[in-house]
């Protein structure tokens, strides 16, 4: 499983917004039973680093402008049966 680390200079924050969750092209396919499937799973919005990040699966949370709370981002994408693709935008804030 990969996991892409998005840094940006001390003190500063990252603005980002994922665009585009699933697979074969489809931008609902994984969206179903609360991402049991596949999923984005988005760290850094919280201060605390929990084990297991936000996950994104579904339309419905794309393209919904975030801003971590610190200077990394951490996005990994999951999934049990074929493969996840993904599009995020970012910036350095």
């Known amino acids: 499983m990969c996991a892409y680390h ?46 297991q990040g936000m996950r994104v699966c579904c339309p419905a949370q794309y393209n919904k402008l975030m801003t971590t709370t610190s200077n990394l981002l951490v996005i990994q994408p999951s999934n049990i049966f074929y493969y996840t693709d993904f599009s995020v935008q970012y910036k350095i804030a």
């Open 6 to 51: 998005i840094s940006a200079p001390a003190a500063s924050t990252i603005q980002f917004s994922v665009n585009f969750v699933g697979y074969a092209g489809k931008n609902d396919s994984l969206c179903f039973n609360q991402c049991l499937y596949g999923f984005l799973s988005i760290k850094g919005l919280v201060s605390s680093w929990k084990p």
